[in-house]
């Protein structure tokens, strides 16, 4: 195999845990809170969680813990999309199990909650796990975004739990496999089954976090990544001096991508999608505010900039995402007969005769290529895949239209040429920041211990992030705490709260403050490419968006090693 120094170098590099993980496995415990209840809909949820809801938060301490050397076999699963920092979850948890006991094994569920279902997996050994130490994606068993919730799905995954004898199962996965984790857990427990089951916060997204989940792992690599590429579209802007780009970037529906970036790299504007809807904007409203913006540059004789986009915006205009309702809606109810149509132009007549008029007036208005995106293949939730809309040129053709209209006028002088980018999976893989490969690495060795704590239906988790690595906390929380009741598919049903962009929050008060004079001065700021060796202030800082919520560098704790002391 060809593997490149980078690769070589990382291998060898020692992930960073909190001090208390640093002991002796046989000397860390748990120190159990006090009950916890649901963040919402606590009887809904409890009735439906009745051997698990109200557990209490567990911290790792020191102390004797009689249950670390047993031997035990355990299986690991990695769900949904890819997240820098997998690898070393797995990693971690490795680690742990062996220090525990050299008998113990590790079982990697292949492609995702379908390997545990069908019973597709390997054994791990040292010379696999170094393998990948360190390093982006999860090619190490792959992943899927089959939906593990069924009953028969529970049944096979016991069958194949018990052939292995397996007596934990750890899933890697973003709000949607949590949940599943929740009810996997719930059920085994229901049967009698002693088969403890322990998630891991997982997605670029950064939508997996709440009071207790600082952040999910994998935001932090992928915003480094992204934003050294916007960086470098900026220079080149601001060199060539003639191009407007607009950057679309992944985040699925939340829009804390793109605000993490714009921290990173201070554009001429970013939208955020949460204030969209919050302001009941219309995608027409949307296109002048950019427009103003591009006019302003203008006068200035900046005819060159750079914008973002989150990939979920189109779903946060009231307009497009009551127009995307009723197409995800009548796609999949009238599935069958919708592919009899073979051509575009038969299933576009289809669809406006079945769509509301105000729908219908929507979608007609869009370009062709977009109201075809509209309707392509929805995901396995039945959702359209906005990952696949070019929001980015539509955006750019609509602001396009308007200028022309307002040089006709001879109320802009300007030029507008424009490049369209996509982020996304350009950041899924990329090699772990030093802060996810120690984040990622911690939240696999906690797993350990919780297993050896006895406990069922937890997410390994790990607080106080924006300190040293050696002040993290580490333990984990109940899954129960982070539920409510939301309609899925015309049912309620139980699922972990996403967290979207809090208008009221400090990340986007800064980005808010600023913005105004990014629009129009060139404010640039260029981060380059992840260190992974160097100074802490360089290779070792969290997310902007994680510094400010936890108050400022150190949050005012004065620790040691952080960025403000
Ligand atoms: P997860 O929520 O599973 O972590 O995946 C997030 C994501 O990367 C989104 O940002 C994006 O919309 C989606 O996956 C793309 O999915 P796919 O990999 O199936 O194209």
């Known amino acids: 195999m060809n593997i490149s120094e980078l690769q070589k170098a990382r291998y060898t590099y020692q992930p960073k845990l909190p001090a208390v993980l640093q002991k002796d496995v046989k000397n860390i415990t748990v120190s159990l809170g006090d009950p916890t209840e649901a963040v919402a809909d606590k009887e809904e949820v409890k009735s439906l969680f009745s051997h698990t809801y109200g557990q209490p938060i567990a911290r790792f301490v020191e102390g004797s813990n009689e249950g670390a050397s047993k031997k035990i076999n355990v299986g690991v699963i990695l769900s949904g999309g890819q997240a820098p920092g997998g690898h070393n979850v797995i990693a971690g948890l490795y680690d742990g199990i062996k220090k525990g006991n050299k008998e113990s094994k590790l079982y990697g569920f292949k492609g995702g909650p379908a390997g545990i279902i069908e019973g597709n997996y390997v054994e791990f050994d040292d010379a696999f796990i170094d393998a990948y130490r360190n390093t982006g994606g999860f090619d190490i068993i792959g992943s899927g975004r089959t939906k593990l919730e069924t009953e028969e799905q529970f049944k096979k995954s016991l069958a194949v739990c018990k052939k292995l004898d397996v007596s934990a199962v750890i899933v890697i996965g973003g709000d949607d496999s949590n949940t599943n984790a929740a009810l996997l857990g719930e059920w085994f427990k229901a049967q009698g089954e002693a088969i403890q089951v322990i998630g891991c916060p997982k997605t670029i997204d950064g939508d997996l976090k709440n009071?207790?989940?600082?952040?999910?792992?994998?935001?932090?690599?992928?915003?480094?990544?992204?934003?050294?590429?916007?960086?470098?579209?900026?220079?080149?802007?601001?060199?060539?001096?003639?191009?407007?780009?607009?950057?679309?970037?992944?985040?699925?529906?939340?829009?804390?991508?793109?605000?993490?970036?714009?921290?990173?790299?201070?554009?001429?504007?970013?939208?955020?999608?949460?204030?969209?809807?919050?302001?009941?904007?219309?995608?027409?409203?949307?296109?002048?505010?950019?427009?103003?913006?591009?006019?302003?540059?203008?006068?200035?004789?900046?005819?060159?900039?750079?914008?973002?986009?989150?990939?979920?915006?189109?779903?946060?205009?009231?307009?497009?995402?009551?127009?995307?309702?009723?197409?995800?809606?009548?796609?999949?109810?009238?599935?069958?007969?919708?592919?009899?149509?073979?051509?575009?132009?038969?299933?576009?007549?289809?669809?406006?005769?079945?769509?509301?008029?105000?729908?219908?007036?929507?979608?007609?208005?869009?370009?062709?290529?977009?109201?075809?995106?509209?309707?392509?293949?929805?995901?396995?939730?039945?959702?359209?895949?906005?990952?696949?809309?070019?929001?980015?040129?539509?955006?750019?053709?609509?602001?396009?239209?308007?200028?022309?209209?307002?040089?006709?006028?001879?109320?802009?002088?300007?030029?507008?040429?424009?490049?369209?980018?996509?982020?996304?999976?350009?950041?899924?893989?990329?090699?772990?920041?030093?802060?996810?490969?120690?984040?990622?690495?911690t939240l696999g060795f906690s797993a350990f211990l919780l297993i050896t704590a006895g406990l069922t239906g937890y997410i390994s988790n790990v607080a106080d992030l924006d300190c040293p690595a050696n002040d993290w906390k580490a333990g984990g929380c109940p899954l129960t705490m982070m539920m409510n009741m939301e309609q899925r598919h015309g049912a309620m049903k139980p699922v972990i709260k996403k967290a979207l962009v809090e208008l009221e929050g400090k990340p986007f008060k800064a980005f808010a403050e600023q913005r105004d004079v990014w629009a129009v001065d060139t404010c640039f700021t260029f981060p380059g490419a992840i260190q992974y060796y160097g100074p802490d202030e360089v290779c070792n800082m969290p997310a902007k968006t994680l510094t400010l919520e936890k108050g400022g560098c150190c949050g005012g704790k004065a620790k040691k090693g952080c960025c403000c002391c």
């Open 211 to 441: 009071e207790l989940i600082e952040t999910s792992f994998g935001f932090d690599t992928a915003t480094k990544t992204y934003s050294e590429l916007i960086g470098n579209i900026e220079k080149d802007a601001n060199s060539a001096k003639k191009y407007w780009h607009f950057i679309k970037l992944m985040g699925r529906s939340a829009s804390h991508i793109a605000l993490e970036c714009a921290l990173q790299t201070q554009p001429n504007f970013c939208i955020i999608s949460e204030e969209v809807e919050e302001k009941k904007m219309t995608l027409n409203q949307v296109v002048d505010d950019l427009v103003k913006i591009i006019m302003k540059r203008a006068e200035k004789g900046d005819n060159f900039g750079v914008g973002l986009i989150p990939e979920g915006l189109i779903e946060f205009i009231p307009e497009m995402g009551a127009l995307i309702g009723e197409l995800n809606d009548l796609l999949a109810h009238e599935e069958e007969y919708y592919a009899t149509l073979k051509t575009f132009e038969d299933q576009q007549e289809f669809i406006n005769k079945k769509l509301s008029k105000d729908a219908s007036y929507v979608y007609s208005s869009l370009p062709r290529d977009i109201q075809m995106q509209l309707i392509m293949d929805r995901d396995p939730h039945g959702n359209v895949q906005v990952s696949r809309i070019e929001t980015e040129k539509l955006l750019m053709e609509m602001v396009g239209v308007r200028l022309d209209e307002l040089k006709a006028k001879g109320e802009y002088k300007g030029s507008f040429s424009t490049q369209a980018h996509f982020f996304g999976y350009e950041g899924r893989c990329a090699f772990p920041s030093n802060f996810d490969s120690d984040y990622c690495y």
